[in-house]
Every structure is written in C-alpha cells, then in structure tokens.
C-alpha cells in the first residue's frame, strides 16, 4: 500500500492531539512531524516537502493564509479552523479541502480521500485501479472501485455489495457521494447507488445488477439517464 507523507500545523494542543489521532487510523497516511507555529512547519517543508499539509489557519506570527500566499507549497493542503469566514479564500488558494473544527472522523476521512485521488497518476480516478477506505465496526476496510456493485440503505447503515463481500458502514449516502466518482458509481433512489459499469439491464425504472433489482426515483431520474448516455471512461 502507498504511504502519503504528512504533517500538522496547528497551535491548539487538543486540536493537534485529535488530528494526530485521525491520521494514525488512517493506513495509507504516514505523519513525519507536528508543529505548533508556521515558521517550525515551513522550515520542515523546506527541507522535507510531503504529500499531504493539515494546516490551522489563525496561528499568531505567520497565519495559514498567509503561509500559503507567500511560499511555493506543492503538498495537497487541508484546512483544519473553527472559522468558516475562510472557506473563500481557501478555494482561491486552491487547498484541497476546509475541515470545520470540531470535525469528526468521516469528515476527515472525507478529506484524506480527496488528496489522495489527487496525488494518483494523472490526477484521475481509474475504474480499474481506484479504491476507497470505508469505516466499518473498528477498522478501515479498503475497496476496489471496480468492484462494487450496488450499495443500499439500511436504516442507519449502509451495505456496500461488492463482486467478492459485502460491508456494513455508519458512513451516510452523502459521505460516500464525496468519495465515489459520479460516473463510476451513482445515486439512483434514496436507499441506492449503483456502479453503472455493474448494471446488466434497465427496465422503465428499475436496473438490473445481477439478481438484483434496484427503482429509479424520479429525484434522481434525470442526472442517471443523462450519465448512461454520455459515460466517462476514467
């Protein structure tokens, strides 16, 4: 498995100690250091740049804006602040992603899943290569994009049906729409996502996976059919 390099800038202690323990549950993310000041991250990135930058914005000397405005930072960079007034300013500065403290784990995991897609080859999900990690009971569990089949809802969790297992997650329909590209894997109802390499036939407003039948709602009618006629190829 890939390791990304990363480290955290941030001078709250318990909000450094809560990002440090997000990242040790993650298995492709390896932290090289922790900083509580810019200029102590900055001197770190300049002598050992990494994959993946977790940065506090209000810090006193050097803020996470103005670091960012006045170096030539390459690492995917994510936003880790209680003020939601940035999150303009952090799209202008292209960061990867804007974490609102208190974040939880879904949310952050969110986050590391996007840089990690754009730190892939050719900065694109590939439908045989790409994967996921899935919080389910205590671990994280990896999975192929090319495998799934379907996913379902069940009251509070989620099942995701692959080619080979099924798995139980907490994570909802809107946390798995950020991870899955849509022209791999799609919302097709309320209660289901559909991998549109994976459908063997539609009927009016029912797909066919395997044994499975799966309704098209009206919600998402449109976006489904619209995706089917102009597929994508990675």
Known sequence: MNKY??????????????????????????LNGTYDNALSGLAHLNEHPVDILFLDINMDELSGIELLENTNIESQVIFTTAYPGYALKGYELNVTDYLLKPFNFNRFLQAVNKAQ????????????????????????????IKDILFIEGMRDYRRIHTTAKRIMTLQNFG??????PVH?????????????????????????IDKQIIPISDTYRSRFFQLI????TS
């Open 5 to 30: 390099s990363c480290i955290i800038i941030e001078d709250e202690p318990l909000a450094l100690e809560r990002t440090k323990a997000f990242v040790e549950k993650v298995p492709f993310l390896q």
């Open 117 to 144: 897609e754009n730190l892939q080859p050719s900065n694109s999900l590939s439908p045989t290569s790409a994967f996921i990690f899935i919080k389910t009971e205590n671990r994280l569990e990896k999975i192929m």
């Open 175 to 180: 946390d798995l729409e950020q991870l899955l």
């Open 184 to 208: 791999l894997v799609c919302r097709v109802h309320k209660s289901y996502m559909v991998a549109l390499a994976k459908i063997d036939s539609i009927e009016r407003s029912r797909i066919r």
């Open 229 to 232: 006629q102009s597929p994508k």
